[in-house]
């Protein structure tokens, strides 16, 4: 990217947040993980810039840093903002780590962000690494390209077993941002199944706050049930074959859903 396109990009992101207010969404959160635009200049893998943008963690945290002050002065004082950080990208070679996960963690509570939410993986390299569980290939790889199949498939083949399933595979990383993140609050996703692990989660410290994803397009009333005390862990059984749609331009679904009560 040339210095133009960045600077067009912050405003970019600046008229965005702007949509989202006026849209009359609640906050916002700028997704800085995955291996999406903002993780990749964060990384020390994929940001291999020698100038203002990169080459140091200062440098590479700066489109990040500029993104949430052009945000800040653009939105209503008080509107939530947050960031979606990624505390190891499991690239082929060193990414982020939780130590500098850290460090950019602190770097956000001096530009008073209003919450982090820890994650990981990058999808450019493994599917499975921010979400972990079983390997659908055929039917992740079914919309795609004979090229982009093949290499789907040789993906998930080379990083098989690496990510399995864990409960809480974040909540070590998590703990050392909460530490740096000061007063702000914490947010963990990734794999919290049981409530007893959420529960030990907050109580410990690691989080303020648990985030779920696959479990909610398992069942919807997830909370609800949680909170009358009908279920004291969630149904999803982390096959994936959600993201499949994903993959088959389809809307999401669980592939094994149930008939639940009306709410």
């Not at 450019?124 to 199949?149: D, I, Q, V």
């Not at 479990?215 to 993201?243: M, Q, T, Y």
Request: hydrophobic share 45%; proline share 5%.
């Amino acid at each position: 990217m040339t210095e133009a396109e960045i600077i067009d990009t912050i405003a970019a992101f600046r008229a965005a947040a702007l949509r989202a207010v006026k849209a009359g969404a609640d906050g916002i959160q700028l997704h800085a993980a995955h291996g999406y635009l903002i993780n990749q200049f964060l990384s020390p893998y994929f940001n291999r810039r020698r100038d203002a943008w990169g080459g140091s963690a200062e440098n590479r945290f700066r489109l990040l840093g500029e993104i949430v002050s052009a945000i800040r002065e653009a939105i209503p004082r008080g509107f939530p903002l947050l960031v979606k950080l990624n505390a190891c990208d499991y690239t082929p070679q060193q990414g982020i780590t939780p130590p500098l996960a850290a460090e950019y963690a602190r770097q956000l509570a001096g530009l008073g962000i209003d919450g982090i939410e820890v994650s990981c993986g990058s999808t450019l390299y493994s599917p499975l690494s921010t979400c972990r569980g079983a390997a659908p290939t055929e039917e992740l790889a079914k919309g795609l390209g004979l090229g982009k199949r093949l290499l789907l498939k040789y993906m998930l083949k080379k990083t098989a077993g690496r990510f399995r399933f864990v409960e809480g595979y974040n909540l070590d990383a998590a703990r050392m941002i909460k530490e740096a993140a000061g007063a702000v609050p914490v947010i963990v996703v990734g794999g919290m199944r049981s409530v007893a692990a959420m529960t030990a989660a907050i109580e410990s410290g690691c989080a303020d706050f648990i985030a779920l994803s696959r479990p909610f397009i398992n069942d919807p009333f997830l909370v609800k049930r949680i909170k009358s005390g009908e279920i004291d862990r969630v149904s999803c059984s982390n096959c994936n074959l959600c993201l499949a749609a994903i993959a088959l331009n389809r809307p999401v679904s669980c592939a094994r859903p149930k008939k639940w009560p009306e709410s």
